[in-house]
T-cell receptor, first 115, second 112 residues
Framework: DGGITQSPKYLFRKEGQNVTLSCEQN?????MYWYRQDPGQGLRLIYYSQIVNDFQKGDIAEGYSVSREKKESFPLTVTSAQKNPTAFYLC??????????????FGPGTRLTVT | GDSVTQMEGPVTLSEEAFLTINCTYTATGYPSLFWYVQYPGEGLQLLLK?????DKGSNKGFEATYRKETTSFHLEKGSVQVSDSAVYFC???????????FGAGTRLAVHP
């Protein structure tokens, strides 16, 4: 079945450590996205990529980094510079070129807890 | 900039009640509009969408009509079930990079 895989589902880290969240898709989508979700809030865009080896900052990119070396993969690193890293992280993908109604497909999410 | 405003939750209903979740938006041009649903501990699933004014999106008994004159995209269902309990997000597609702008989400709780 085609879809988006995020692993692990739950992740625990100590403050000051970098951590990388995995996102893999087999939908053959060119575009991929990372969102952050905090309790009682909507999703906020961290980074997005429309093509391999290219990515753009979203609204809250500070303290995060990404890479896009393969079409299928878009890992997100939460660095120690991110002041409030505890959150639910969602990866998404969509087809390109962008057109009306090109919906994004979401993975199941990774819940990161930093103590 | 573009934005989406949803009614605050939680919305608590009895089974078979009528549901309305209000959503209004601010955007330049004519964005596509979406409703996504999130079940506990899961990612988001697309519920329905509309790409131009007066379009009606529908799925699983849910409906929403793209109203350009009132910049709204209210979600409705005639008879809710316990299994509809979830968080519902209204979103619009903004700009040239397929960027989704989300509302804050509305939690729906349906009781038997």
């Amino acid at each position: 079945d085609g879809g988006i895989t995020q692993s692990p589902k739950y992740l625990f880290r100590k403050e000051g450590q970098n951590v990388t969240l995995s996102c893999e898709q087999n939908l053959n989508h060119d575009a991929m996205y990372w969102y952050r979700q905090d309790p009682g809030q909507g999703l906020r865009l961290i980074y997005y990529s429309q093509i391999v080896n290219d990515f753009q900052k979203g609204d809250i990119a500070e303290g995060y980094s990404v890479s896009r070396e393969k079409k299928e993969s878009f890992p997100l690193t939460v660095t120690s510079a991110q002041k409030n890293p505890t959150a639910f992280y969602l990866c998404a993908s969509s087809i390109v070129p962008v057109g009306q109604g090109n919906e994004q497909y979401f993975g199941p999410g990774t819940r990161l807890t930093v103590t | 900039g573009d934005s989406v405003t949803q009614m605050e939750g939680p919305v608590t209903l009895s089974e078979e009640a009528f549901l309305t979740i209000n959503c209004t938006y601010t955007a330049t041009g004519y964005p596509s509009l979406f409703w996504y649903v999130q079940y506990p501990g899961e990612g988001l699933q697309l519920l329905l969408k509309a790409t131009k004014a007066d379009d009606k999106g529908s799925n699983k008994g849910f409906e929403a009509t793209y109203r350009k004159e009132t910049t709204s995209f209210h979600l409705e269902k005639g008879s809710v079930q316990v299994s509809d309990s979830a968080v519902y997000f209204c979103a619009l597609l903004s700009g040239g990079y397929n960027k989704l702008i989300f509302g804050a989400g509305t939690r729906l709780a349906v009781h038997p």
